[in-house]
């Protein structure tokens, strides 16, 4: 199956810092990727969808200015938290899908556990 | 509004115990719901289901959709203890929607 290659896995910082999360594709192009957030015991909330070369499509509720993301090349993605505050703190988990026409499925890196001090 | 509704929300059995976890819906138009397991991290794709009444199987996993009746289940026999995990149920709605249910969280004692 697809490899989504997602890093850091666990990342620590102090308040008012800013954290980058990279998602790349490994073998395949990705046209489309998904930031998903998810909470202790809760399922995946959808934050944003980005598409390759132009501007993500946020959520209600998620701020565009505090939650970045870059989705440059047809390989990655990124989602850069800026001014994180505690109540950032959450698992975050990007995803995935090919081309259209090829495959519905979605391919889930393996997240990044985020903890503001 | 919960466009995806899982239960039971969690569930405890013992190894060789068989399992049903069940998935609703709202969405009639949709292309595709599908299934993942999710242990520690990312979750991992089990089934995608796209017809009413045929039966996906894989090993000791099986995965059917109603479509009529707007539910799906995830059958797991002989469970064993590896296969302790949340289980998730997604719907496809449109190209890029993708809908999650709370998951199941499966515990399968020695």
């Known amino acids: 199956g697809a490899v989504v290659s997602q890093h850091p896995s666990r990342v620590i910082c102090k308040s008012g810092t800013s954290v980058k999360i990279e998602c790349r594709s490994l073998?395949?192009?990705?046209?489309?990727m998904f930031w998903y957030r998810q909470f202790p015991k809760q399922s995946l909330m959808l934050m944003a969808t980005s598409n390759e070369g132009s501007k993500a499509t946020y959520e209600q509720g998620v701020e565009k200015d505090k939650f970045l993301i870059n989705h440059a090349s047809l390989t990655l993605s990124t989602l850069t938290v800026t001014s994180a505050h505690p109540e950032d703190s959450s698992f975050y988990i990007c995803s995935a899908r090919d081309r259209p026409g090829i495959g519905e499925k979605l391919f889930f890196g393996s997240g990044t556990q985020l903890s503001v001090l | 509004e919960d466009k995806v509704v899982q239960s039971p929300l969690s569930l405890v059995v013992h190894e060789g115990d068989t399992v049903t976890l069940n998935c609703s819906y709202e969405?009639?138009?949709?292309?595709?719901l599908l299934w993942y397991k999710q242990e520690k991290k990312a979750p991992t794709f089990l089934f995608m289901l796209t017809s009413s009444g045929i039966e996906k199987k894989s090993g000791r996993l099986s995965s059917i959709l109603d479509k009529k009746e707007l539910f799906s289940i995830l059958n797991i026999t002989a469970t064993q203890t590896g296969d302790s995990a949340v289980y998730l149920c997604a719907l496809n709605y449109n190209f890029n929607k993708f809908y999650f249910g709370s998951g199941t969280k499966l515990n399968v004692k020695p």
């Open positions: 969405v009639t138009n949709f292309r595709s």
């Open positions: 073998d395949f192009q990705a046209t489309t």
